[in-house]
């Protein structure tokens, strides 16, 4: 069998296949002064529900389709505001060269849909989703992923 960008983990006998196997590649960003209308946008052209938001190029959180949902009711002005006021910043990041285990491991550590993908310089490169690499995980059962990760431990005083 030969290893192909929709099935890397095919061929048993090549190395294990890494974050930047199984990543999508991100087409669009915002910066932390996009508005989150500009990030709407980005949600309608690229049939996305998650953006990463970059500073220089590197990660400083996410912008959820669902995260601006709901602050609507509460934020009459919210299209004028900056995204910085409803992305998620708490987002798991990995090498690209990390493994699928350790993937999986920041995955289920975090309880987050997406871990984004780092090259060596820290720059981000792509994000892995957890629902596609539970696909990944069907069609290749060598793959173990969880399909529903654990909650993250909530600590109790």
Not at 42 to 50: H, L, P, R, S, Y
Not at 65 to 79: H, I, K, M, S
């Amino acid at each position: 069998m030969i290893a192909s960008p929709s099935n890397p983990v095919e061929d048993a006998s090549s190395p294990e296949p890494t974050a930047a196997d199984v990543m999508t590649p991100i087409s669009r960003t915002c910066s932390p002064f996009s508005t989150v209308t500009e990030a709407v946008m980005v949600f309608k052209d690229e049939n996305t529900g998650m953006i990463p938001v970059v500073d220089a190029g590197k990660p400083v959180g996410v912008v959820i389709d669902r995260n601006v949902a709901l602050a609507v009711v509460d934020v009459p002005d919210l299209g004028q505001q900056p995204v910085t006021s409803v992305m998620a910043k708490d987002v798991p990041t990995i090498a690209a060269d990390a493994g699928l285990d350790q993937v999986v491991q920041a995955l289920m550590e975090t309880g987050s849909r997406w871990v984004l993908v780092l090259n060596a310089e820290g720059s981000l490169v792509g994000f892995v989703d957890r629902d596609e690499l539970a696909e990944l995980a069907a069609r290749a059962p060598a793959v173990a992923v969880p399909h529903n990760p654990a909650p993250p431990e909530v600590l109790q005083s």
